[in-house]
């Protein structure tokens, strides 16, 4: 499968958004782990129509406008990962929830570290907002852009719910 990509700037640094033909398959950062989200060939196309409407739709987050995307989703991964990541599309904008709450809402309450795993390989960031779970003590955990950019995005979110 080719894949195209287009990099925008954003309150929390550059942003490298990849789409398939079928959606918006990842949200990179700049100095992502190229390890993290595995993808196959990659080509610059800035006007790629799913690319145009996710930079469209994070500028407006940015700027606390929007509050639900809608820009179609190419997840790829695992059966585990996927109900996961489509978890993480049900956290409420400005709401958190933890490891163990998205374990036990798929159906696997004693897969908290598993679910983190997920979470740690969710390609679609901001948009499947892993940026919304946290520690079950409240503390914010591991994040792919780092924990200045979750927190960043949750401030974000806390002011304009």
């Known amino acids: 499968m ?4 287009k990099i925008i700037a954003s309150p929390v640094g550059a942003l490298t958004l990849v789409a398939s033909d ?3 398959a990842a949200i990179l950062w700049h100095d992502d782990d190229p390890g993290r989200v595995r993808l196959g ?3 610059d196309a800035a006007d790629h129509p799913v690319l145009e409407e996710a930079a469209r739709q ?3 987050y940015f700027e606390g406008k929007l509050k639900v995307f809608s820009v179609p989703l190419d997840f790829r991964g695992s059966e585990f990962q996927r109900a996961v990541w489509g978890a993480l599309l049900t956290i409420p904008f400005g709401e958190t929830r933890s490891y163990g709450e998205i374990a036990s809402q798929i159906g696997k309450p004693s897969a908290s570290r598993a679910v983190g795993a997920a979470n740690g390989r969710n390609p679609i960031s901001i948009i499947a907002p892993c940026h919304r779970v946290i520690g079950s003590t409240g503390k914010l955990t591991g994040f792919a852009g780092g924990l200045a950019a979750k927190q960043h995005l ?7 719910a």
């Open 2 to 5: 080719a894949y195209s990509r």
């Open 22 to 24: 079928k959606g918006l």
């Open 41 to 43: 060939p990659v080509s």
């Open 58 to 60: 994070l500028a407006a």
């Open 154 to 160: 949750l401030d974000l979110e806390a002011k304009a």
